[in-house]
């Protein structure tokens, strides 16, 4: 059976360009048209969220909000559309929670890639407990690969496919450096027309929510993982 994809854009012509290639890619897609649909039809059978930024009803930043921070859906992959050009918006839908972020206009192939990367990261990472430790414990951290949750002083902290993967990727490869590029190319599974910022927001993430000191910044370089015993 087909992925199911939610495509949330007010914008006719982009909804069907996207529902025409996706299904073409043998996904499913339900559609909706402002941010108060998106949340109403945003359930456990989706797979993925593509989520225009500028919507009426309920913004794609409030969209994306509420989504992760509901019990039931709070690690549905997001992959946030936006028209605009500032930085900002970018930065402010990944600090939120979104997966990744394409500008509008957009290639449509770069756009199927980066939906094909994303749902393939999370296949992926769901079949990594057939093979190792489904527990992972860093000190006052714990890690549930089977679950995909992560507890923190007994506390069970929310995170996003991305984080969790980028997370999990940085304990496997134990005070190994890695660049920004090297990240994204394991991580999203692409090349990211060279902007390494989403890598940047995404380990800001999770420094906030485990701590500074668990991930490293090695100068000119990228970021390492030194692991708390």
Known sequence: MGKRILIVDDEKNIRELLKFNLENEGYKT???VNGKEALEKADQSIDLVILDLMLPEIDGLNVCKKIRNDDQ????????????SEDIDRIIGLELGADDYITKPFNMRELV????????????SK???DNEDKI???KDIIINIKNHTIKKDGQEVPMTPKEFDLLVYFIRNNDQVFSRDKLLKEIWGYEFSGDTRTVDVHVRRLRKKLGENLIKT???VG???EKVE
């Not at 859906?73 to 605009?84: F, H, Q, S, Y």
């Not at 890639?113 to 992926?124: G, P, S």
């Open 136 to 138: 992972i414990n860093l």
């Open 73 to 84: 859906l709070g690690d549905l992959p997001i992959i946030m559309l936006t028209a605009k």
């Open 218 to 220: 090695v100068r000119g």
């Open 223 to 225: 970021y390492k993982f």
């Open 113 to 124: 890639a980066r939906v094909k990367a994303l749902l393939r990261r999370i296949t992926m």
């Open 127 to 129: 079949s990594y407990e």
């Open 30 to 32: 339900i559609e909706a």
